[in-house]
């Protein structure tokens, strides 16, 4: 059980890995946009991992509390990463 668990945060690093990089061809990134990633990235990595081997040793207010705490601090981050940092830059494309 703990095995597919880290083989699913690895595969999640690998997706957030192309996220960033594909999110960097279509907006101008800063430094304040990739630590805004980076910790959206390590707080949601933190909250798969904290809920799933919480739940899988039967402690279900711990991993409720995982999802609560790390999960929406989390979204916040990534959503105001997002709106501050990333969407008013665009990247215009020649085609």
Same mark, same amino acid.
């Given at each position: ?34 630590? &805004? %990633? ?7 990595? @933190? !909250?798969?991992?904290?809920? =799933?081997?919480? #739940? ?9 509390? &995982? %999802? ?7 979204? @916040? !981050?990534?959503?105001?990463? =997002?709106?501050? #940092? ?10």
């Amino acid at each position: 059980m703990m095995g597919l668990q880290w083989y699913l945060m690895g595969m999640l690093t690998v997706v957030a890995w192309n996220a960033v990089s594909s999110i960097g061809a279509r907006y101008w990134l800063d430094w304040r946009a990739y630590l &805004g %990633l980076a910790a959206s990235a390590a707080l949601v990595w @933190l !909250t798969i991992g904290w809920s =799933w081997a919480s #739940f899988a040793e039967g402690e279900a207010q711990s991993g409720a509390m &995982g %999802l609560m705490i790390f999960g929406l601090g989390g979204l @916040l !981050t990534l959503s105001c990463t =997002w709106r501050y #940092f990333i969407a008013p830059r665009p990247r215009l494309l020649k085609r």
